[in-house]
């Protein structure tokens, strides 16, 4: 394969140094004015002014992708995504645009148990051809790598066919890891006794997932309608000393104390935290685990309370940011309209929200050595996008300015005319 030279970006956003970032780093991209990117393989070789690319060896033989007048990142890492659902909720939508509650919708039949249903029923085929879909539209907005979670099968048989969709898509074109989230909510099964069905995770469908290494996270969803503090310490013991990794969804409906727990537990993030608060607050911003900060959630059930992102950053935190893209609650997957959200709504910078969504989103997979920046031995990674400064990312929203996707060091998209007809 011949050398690759991304040419002549008017910005190429490097995002070298720390990772994670942590508070003012956040706001530190390290740009390149007028920079050029090597790819040799799948890996970045050098990256650097365009003068000085041009003259390197490897250059010389590369073939060449104009990026005159635009701007290069780092591929968007979405670190957060319930990516295997078998559709929309448009009842659900509805029913919230007429004035219901999510809880309240829940109840009456719709919310994640009538995804649960309609995805037990669905071939494992299906599943991913829909999956295959949204991976296709994700590059297509510059991501790269995505986080997914199981969560929507509730018994062996669903949450493992979930994980399987995952294993099977992966790289196709994008990266997928697969996070496991049979603690999404207790299964319908065990209404009134989710005592049994944590015994059961714990015992074991946990065991099974790590033995055939189908998830490398385990994510609980701590809260009204999920699980208690208590189950959530459980699963999560259990699941820490399976040797997964750990995730928490955290005060998105109401304050349970999940975040503390999680940093306790060195979790690696915790995800929502609409509903934090005080001492959490700073527990959080100085310990290791991620505040990973979901604006889509929000937006799209019509709530102006998003997540304490200001006060996070100022403390200290390590902020991502990601999509949670599923069909309840954040229906996007489009990093931009993130970036854009993080800065109208929750007043982060511009430039706070590149790195939330690059490298932290790495930090938060326990990926960045090999991804979220844009440094030599790493992964060839990246977006063009159509636009000179990288603040107008955030500033136009709802639209893609994405040009072009690299992974690995190969276009995936604009895809190839046979890819797009499949
Ligand atoms: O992250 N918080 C729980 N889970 C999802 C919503 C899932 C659904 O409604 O289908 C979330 O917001
Ligand atoms: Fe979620």
Known sequence: MRPLLIR??????????????????????????????????DRIHSVGSSRRMENLKEARSAEVIDASGRVVLPGFVDSHTHLVFPAARLDDFERRIDGAGYQEIAQQGGGIYSTVRAL???????????????????????????????????????????????????????????????????????????????????????????????AEFCD????VGAFTLDQTRRIL?????????????????????????????????????????????????????????LPGSVFHLGSDQYAPARRLI??????????????????TLNMQMILALACTQMKMTPAEAISAATINGAAALRRAPEIGSLEPGKYADLAILEVGDYREIAYYFGMNLVRMTLRRGQVVWPAAAEETER
């Open 8 to 41: 002549g970006a008017r910005q190429v956003l490097t995002l070298r140094g720390p990772a994670p970032r942590r508070g003012a780093q956040l706001n530190e991209l390290e740009i390149i004015q007028d920079g050029s990117v090597l790819v040799v393989g």
């Open 120 to 214: 037990r029923q669905m071939s494992p085929r299906r599943l991913e051809m829909i999956a295959l879909r949204w991976l296709r539209l994700f590059a297509s907005c510059g991501t790269t790598t995505v986080e997914g979670k199981s969560g929507y099968g509730l018994n062996p048989a669903a949450e493992l066919k979930i994980l399987r969709v995952m294993k099977k898509i992966n790289g196709w074109p994008i990266q997928v890891i697969p996070t496991f989230l049979g603690a999404h909510v207790p299964a319908p099964e065990f209404e009134g006794a989710p005592e049994e069905y944590v015994d059961r995770l714990v015992e074991e469908l946990l065991p099974v997932v790590r033995r055939r290494r189908l």
């Open 220 to 223: 609980v969803f701590c809260d």
């Open 237 to 293: 013991l259990a699941a820490r000393a399976l040797g997964l990794s750990l995730k928490v969804h955290a005060e998105q409906w109401t304050r349970r104390g999940a975040t503390r727990l999680a940093v306790e537990l060195g979790a690696v993030s915790v995800d929502h935290l609409e509903k934090l608060e005080g001492e959490d607050l700073r527990i959080l911003a100085e310990s290791n685990t991620i505040a990973t900060l």
């Open 314 to 331: 100022q403390q200290g935190a390590a902020v991502a940011l990601a999509t949670d893209f599923n069909p309840g609650t954040s229906p």
